[in-house]
């Protein structure tokens, strides 16, 4: 069971302290956002829990493994587009397992299995220069996936993409992962899209960055788009709003886990 933990957890750097204290346990095959003002060291977090920023104090593990490094349990998907320019979306997918050493048939066989479940099965064989950012966004999504890791890390991931199109792949992505296993850790600013796709939200509080608070997110799954349009959807949007700004103003409250 790949539950992920943070146990009291800080990072220093540049002479300064930009995480302190931060405990978080998610739970296997849970969902939770961060989000907080800016500066407040939401995308360090993501980065410690990667293995790319060691801490200098606290302990990272999953499965009960501590975190010394990056690893294949844990993928990344960032918000700045990765696609490589140079190959095709097919090869592009398929490249987390081809370095690791996949067999050919087998690497074919998921790198397909992967562009049918974002929808690009048919872009399989276009460069990236073909895609709009939308489907380089999917193209992103897929070699993270293809991969299966139990752990997946999204720092932003729809946040330079048009109004249409993020909300579109949050429905595409709430569904993938009802269909799978992963744990998700996602970083957002957009206070809509943490409480659509989360399970429990957390609150950073900046300067530095500590824990102010946790949202549960109890709405039912799967999650239509229309949901957003409901009292109950907008009571928690609210009540977000309130500990965004309470964390702003460095109050720091209650973590429910």
Request: glycine share 10%; hydrophobic share 40%; aromatic share 4%.
């Amino acid at each position: 069971m790949d539950r992920l933990q943070l146990r009291e957890v800080g990072v220093n750097l540049g002479g300064q302290t930009i995480l302190d204290g931060i405990d978080l346990t998610v739970e296997p095959h849970e969902l939770v956002a961060i989000i907080g003002p800016s500066g407040c060291g939401k995308t360090t977090l993501l980065g410690v829990v990667a293995g790319f920023i060691h801490p200098e104090r606290g302990v990272v593990s999953v499965d009960g493994r501590a975190v010394s490094g990056p690893g294949p349990d844990r993928a990344m998907v960032f918000q700045d587009d990765a696609v490589f320019g140079w190959m095709r979306v097919r090869d592009n997918v398929g490249y987390g397992l081809k370095i690791r050493g996949v067999p050919r048939r087998e690497r074919e066989e998921r790198t397909g299995r992967v562009l049918d479940l974002v929808g690009l099965t048919a872009s399989a064989d276009l460069w990236p220069r073909q895609l709009s950012g939308g489907m380089r966004k999917r193209v992103d999504m897929a070699r993270a996936l293809a991969v299966e890791p139990p752990v997946l890390l999204m720092d932003e991931p729809y946040g330079a993409l048009d109004m249409m199109t993020k909300q579109r792949l949050q429905a595409e992505f709430e569904g993938i992962f009802e269909r799978s296993r992963m744990t998700v850790l996602f970083v957002t600013h957009d206070l809509e899209e943490a409480v659509y796709l989360a399970d429990r939200v957390l609150v950073l509080a900046p300067r530095p960055g500590r824990v102010a608070g946790m949202l549960a997110v109890p709405l039912p799954r799967p999650r239509p788009p229309q949901l957003k349009l409901t009292p109950e959807f907008q009571q928690l949007r609210r009540r977000l709003g309130e500990m965004l700004e309470a964390a702003e103003a460095g109050l720091v409250g209650e973590v429910l886990r």
